[in-house]
């Protein structure tokens, strides 16, 4: 979704103006408390929408992508086919987003890096041409791994039950408070640039 503001810079008048995020951010979680739950958030999940910038227009884009399989718990691969434009889009701008994860992106045509994360499934994607090379196998040269080296993460865990979380929104709805659902968690480059320097130490 793209959207236009026009009339001039929008008055701020405080700088706690967000009482959502600033009930619900999670400040006591250890870092590795919150690699693991972001780690675990992401095994829950099959699917993420990659955003890349268009080459001619510079807008962006977003597309579902097929997680193929995690690097050091926090960088993400997934399957591309050279011949469409989001590589030449990352080539062009490198900082792609996927959910709520904010990373640098980068296209590897190693055939064995392809080949280690290779699923048979792939062949619904690219398709057989038919010419005994582009035929959707490990070997297809149009495959290649697109890795995104996590540079921020935010994401949330959802506080209670469907039932609390309910009774809580309607109780911000009739007060005016914010409701207070999830428990709101960031992890800063910083912290990912250590707990990457940390799994070096343990492997």
């Known amino acids: 979704m793209t959207s236009t503001h026009t009339g001039g810079a929008c008055p701020t008048s405080h700088k706690h103006a967000d009482p959502y995020k600033q009930k619900n951010l999670d400040l006591d979680t250890s870092l590795k408390e919150k690699v693991e739950g972001l780690v675990s958030f992401a095994e829950g999940l099959k699917f993420g929408l990659m955003?890349?910038?268009?080459?001619?227009?510079?807008?962006?884009?977003?597309r579902c992508m097929a997680?193929?399989?995690?690097?050091?718990?926090?960088?993400?691969?997934?399957?591309?086919?050279?011949?469409?434009?989001?590589?030449?889009?990352?080539v062009l701008d490198s900082h792609g987003e996927w959910a709520?994860?904010?990373?640098?992106?980068?296209?590897?045509?190693?055939?064995?890096?392809?080949?280690?994360?290779?699923?048979?499934?792939?062949?619904a994607w690219v398709g057989d041409l038919g010419d005994g090379i582009h035929d959707g196998g490990p070997g297809d040269?149009?495959?290649?791994?697109?890795k995104v080296?996590?540079?921020t993460a935010t994401y949330a865990i959802q506080k209670g039950t469907a039932v609390s979380r309910g009774?809580?929104?309607?109780?911000?709805?009739i007060t005016g408070?914010?409701?207070?659902?999830n428990q709101l968690r960031e992890l800063?480059?910083?912290e990912l640039e250590t707990f990457r320097n940390s799994q070096k130490l343990i492997s």
Do not use: W
């Not at 040269?141 to 697109?146: D, K, N, Q, T, V």
């Open 149 to 151: 080296h996590a540079k």
């Open 100 to 123: 709520s994860i904010s990373g640098v992106a980068d296209v590897n045509c190693d055939r064995e890096k392809v080949k280690q994360y290779y699923t048979p499934s792939l062949k």
């Open 177 to 181: 408070n914010a409701a207070s659902t």
């Open 51 to 62: 955003t890349t910038r268009q080459t001619e227009s510079g807008m962006l884009v977003s």
């Open 141 to 146: 040269p149009r495959l290649a791994i697109i």
């Open 67 to 90: 997680v193929a399989a995690r690097e050091d718990d926090i960088d993400f691969l997934f399957y591309t086919n050279t011949e469409t434009g989001k590589a030449d889009e990352l």
């Open 167 to 173: 009774i809580e929104i309607a109780k911000g709805t």
């Open 188 to 190: 800063t480059e910083q």
